[in-house]
Nanobody, 115 residues
Framework: QVQVVESGGGLVQAGGSLRLSCEVSGSIFNINDMGWYRQAPGKQRELVARITSGGSATYGDPVKGRFTISRNNAKKTVYLQMNSLKPSDTAVYYC?????????WGQGTQVTVSS
């Protein structure tokens, strides 16, 4: 059984930084894309950043230049370094891992940015 577990969320002041981590465990043969999505109250879930197994990254427009995604394939872990945080970044952040062609989601971690 595959498990996707996020960590690193919390409360931070505007302009601050946080680092999210997501570890995938279980009977896994091949993790393709890994990524982060977020959902704020009353809004649809949106892409934050995605990264291929080869390290090619894609970012949502609101976070370009502020967030950096990376992964460690040996540890089956993906990270999201978030800098220059804004109140508009407040949301539940979800990790996503595509194993062969099946997407798996974590439970989410809350990020709150105070002004």
């Amino acid at each position: 059984q595959v498990q996707v577990v996020e960590s690193g969320g919390g409360l931070v002041q505007a302009g601050g930084s946080l680092r999210l981590s997501c570890e995938v465990s279980g009977s896994i043969f091949n993790i393709n894309d890994m990524g982060w999505y977020r959902q704020a109250p009353g809004k649809q879930r949106e892409l934050v950043a995605r990264i291929t197994s080869g390290g090619s990254a894609t970012y949502g427009d609101p976070v370009k230049g502020r967030f950096t995604i990376s992964r460690n394939n040996a540890k089956k872990t993906v990270y999201l370094q978030m800098n220059s945080l804004k109140p508009s970044d407040t949301a539940v952040y979800y990790c996503n891992a595509v194993i062969t062609v099946v997407p798996y989601w974590g439970q989410g971690t809350q990020v709150t940015v105070s002004s």
